[in-house]
């Protein structure tokens, strides 16, 4: 399920950097999306886990330590926008 909804957020994200001709325009929220599915996939459902992994997935979105920062940096397309949040 995760990998679907990588590829749906990939194609969404090129599409929407596309049509506003900024890779990783403000309004393209799908990867975030992805990446707190993603992340949320991992661990067992309960509120209390699920408002952690929110906390931990928004600081890691707002840091960007190595590896995603590489992504952010470099992949200035749909799949590099997707990569950089999951």
Request: some cysteine; charged content about 15%.
């Amino acid at each position: 399920m995760a990998l679907v909804i990588i590829i749906i957020s990939w194609c969404a994200a090129e599409r929407a950097g596309q049509y506003w001709h900024v890779a990783d325009d403000q309004r393209i929220v799908i990867d975030e999306v992805a990446g707190y599915l993603v992340a949320a996939s991992f661990v067992p459902f309960s509120w209390f886990a699920a408002a952690i992994i929110f906390v931990w997935f928004r600081l890691f979105d707002i840091f960007k330590p190595w590896p995603v920062s590489w992504f952010d940096n470099n992949w200035h397309n749909g799949l590099g926008v997707t990569l950089d949040d999951v």
